[in-house]
């Protein structure tokens, strides 16, 4: 094998806070060779991106390697010289961040900052900028390079990104999770492009996710990070296939795979929490949260073991964890609920449409003619019923979360009446009543946005209990240790602010802050998609759990699907702003389904050893939402599309049984 590209041999990174060194990596040691994927997995606070920070060496200034070294290409990276190291990024080593609109810079157009990013002697500028474009799937390269970051969709900026990391042919891209807020065709995408773009340039990748389906997809070696400890290595398949750690199976087993749902299983998320910098226990780091924890785990840090070379974990009983020994218990499946009926309906939207203006381009303004309009959504009809929940997918762009501000009333709704057990809803929020504000809520995808960070988690909680529940403030401080309980918090929660809270802590302060007035309707809006899968699971367990106990209806928006399908009890698939397929959850994902549906199952990354279906590539975006396909919307990147029927003539609703339906010209008994 070649001579490694980059060498962390037993390194440990600290940070300096109030006069004391924390430990946020110890004695990590990997090696990474040319043309290699190598992942890097665990939960929030495991050290994942300090690792990748580190690399690059760019920790901030009270972070420093205290112990060991990181080699490129044989040279110890932190003795180098500042030039150096500007040179080796310049040239060698690139970073994609995960927020790709956040790095760019917001005053610049997409053109003049790939030219920043260009070698010496790289020829002409807009020619090496539109060659860098279209290597990144981008094929109309001078309209990109002339707008600005905020006119391109979440999947463009990130190919800027990627183009600008491309610039002078690297040797490593390190990519600190660059797909988490990207749909899962968007995902699939960018994920297609950086294999091809590795096996054309023969680049490494150092690809940092707590997304375990996105590293299986792409990576063809792993390492499991947690507290600061590198707990197993091994290649992807053995991982995936012969996990060896405790905390490994546990990441494993928190992750909902396509065709589970709550009736079947129960999810299994590790109990607790990766410890604080401070807090590091003295045995080994993964032990108070270990089933299978024995007191010399307790007392004696483990080191690294395996069965050979090429898997490596730091775990006391691995050899019996080979042999079978059962980490995690089964949990007992969910018991059935009683079946709904039609009576037990709590919202009903019907012919919802919401439009907006779109700018007016300068010519327009010259002719003094009107700015066109963008339909977000256009005539949804949905019913959400006691006790049930009905999952709402799609792309970024679809009207998921539009559809969402029209039932809440943040956003008045062009046409369409929503009704509420049975009573007409106004359609703006400030002209209905708090019995309705009590009866509806939602719970954002971003608990940041929602939560006052002024505010402590009990002041937090006690506000919808006095100004919608009318209760007292001794009924409400008791109330608020009660809800604490539900979402399986203890009560010295109820005196922090949300900057002492973890992201799973906070999502779940969310949910309990909507459950305090105990809804009829509760909306769901991207909810989990940021959270690290055991975090996930967690949530998902206590949002059934709530169900069942107060028989509440759900509105489950989200863009991943085997989520969705876990969860949903009925699935409405959406497309520019029209529904395309809805039914029972099972049916929907199973064939016949609509092709969109199809390409975005497909685009799921799996981490399950069976063949995954041919990924099904939708190459470009979104149409623009001021310009409507005529037809069906979906027949520009249809990979069904079966000609002038599809540009011209709307899709016929389709009964596929069962309460099921497809909005397209195929006809069914040819997608069985």
């Not at 919401?354 to 019913?383: E, I, N, T």
Request: hydrophobic share 40%; proline share 7%; charged share 20%.
């Amino acid at each position: 094998m070649s001579a490694p590209l980059l060498e962390l041999d037993n390194v440990t990174v600290s940070y300096r806070r109030q006069e004391r060194w924390l430990d946020a990596l110890r004695d990590v040691s990997l090696l990474l060779h040319p043309g290699q994927r190598y992942g890097l997995v665990g939960e929030s606070g495991s050290g994942k991106s300090t690792l990748a920070l580190a690399v690059m060496r760019y920790l901030s200034e009270n972070g420093v390697v205290r112990q060991g070294a990181i080699r490129w290409e044989g040279q110890d990276l932190w003795a180098l010289d500042e030039e150096a190291v500007a040179g080796i990024w310049r040239r060698d080593l690139k970073l994609v961040p995960q927020n790709a609109l956040a790095a760019l810079n917001p005053a610049m157009r997409v053109g003049a900052q790939l030219a920043e990013a260009l070698p010496p002697g790289h020829g002409e500028t807009a020619a090496a900028i539109a060659n860098l474009l279209r290597r990144v799937g981008i094929a109309d390269p001078d309209r990109v390079a002339a707008s600005f970051p905020h006119q391109l969709s979440g999947g463009m900026q990130q190919r800027v990104m990627i183009a600008m990391a491309l610039a002078g042919e690297p040797k490593l891209l390190v990519m600190d999770e660059p797909t988490t807020n990207l749909d899962v065709t968007t995902e699939a995408v960018i994920l297609d492009l950086v294999r091809d773009l590795v096996q054309e340039s023969g680049a490494s990748v150092l690809y940092v996710s707590h997304n375990l389906g996105v590293i299986r997809d792409l990576c063809d070696r792993v390492a499991v990070l947690y507290a600061g400890e590198l707990v197993e290595d091994a290649p992807a398949s053995d991982l995936y296939g012969r996990p060896l750690h405790p905390y490994t199976l546990g990441l494993l087993n928190s992750v909902p795979r396509l065709g589970q749902t709550k009736m079947g299983m129960t999810l299994q998320p590790i109990p607790g929490g990766i410890p604080r910098l401070e807090e590091t226990p003295a045995g080994c780091v993964f032990a108070p949260r270990c089933p299978a924890a024995t007191a010399l785990c307790h007392a004696e840090r483990p080191g690294m073991g395996g069965p050979g070379p090429g898997h490596r974990v730091r775990c006391h009983r691995w050899q019996e964890i080979t042999a079978g020994l059962p980490v995690w218990q089964p949990v007992p499946s969910r018991e059935q609920p009683a079946a709904a009926d039609a009576d037990a309906r709590v919202l009903e939207a019907s012919g919802v449409a919401k439009s907006f203006s779109v700018g007016r381009s300068l010519a327009q303004v010259l002719r003094r003619q009107p700015g066109g309009r963008a339909q977000a959504v256009d005539q949804v009809s949905l019913a959400a019923t006691r006790g049930r929940t009905l999952g709402i997918v799609g792309e970024s762009g679809s009207g998921k979360t539009t559809l969402a501000r029209c039932l809440m009333g943040l956003a008045v709704p062009d046409r369409g009446e929503v009704t509420l057990l049975g009573v007409r809803l106004a359609p703006d929020v400030s002209d209905r009543d708090r019995d309705v504000l009590r009866k509806l809520q939602m719970v954002f995808q971003n608990p940041d946005d929602a939560l006052n960070p002024y505010h402590t988690v009990g002041e937090t909680l006690q506000r919808p209990l006095v100004r919608l529940g009318g209760a007292s403030g001794a009924e409400a401080q008791q109330a608020v240790i009660d809800l604490l309980a539900a979402v399986r918090l203890g009560p010295e929660f109820a005196g922090r602010v949300p900057s002492q809270l973890s992201g799973g802590e906070k999502q779940r302060v969310a949910i309990a802050r909507v459950f305090a007035t105990r809804p009829d309707l509760v909306i769901f809006d991207e909810a989990v998609s940021a959270l690290d899968v055991s975090v996930q699971a967690a949530v998902l367990n206590l949002i059934n759990g709530l169900q069942t106990e107060r028989g509440s209806a759900y509105l489950f928006i989200s863009h991943d699907l085997a989520v969705v399908g876990y969860l949903a009890d009925e699935v409405m698939v959406m497309y520019f702003g029209q529904v395309v397929e809805h039914g029972p959850a099972q049916a929907v994902l199973n064939p016949p389904y609509h092709p969109y549906t199809e390409a975005l199952l497909s685009a799921i990354p799996r981490i399950d050893a069976e063949a995954a279906p041919d990924r099904i590539r939708l190459e470009s975006d979104l149409p623009s939402a001021g310009h409507l396909p005529t037809g069906c919307r979906f027949h520009t990147r249809c990979p069904r599309f079966l000609g002038e029927v599809c540009r011209t003539q709307n899709p016929p609703w389709q009964d596929a049984g069962g309460g099921h339906r497809i909005r397209c010209h195929i006809e069914l008994t040819l997608t069985r």
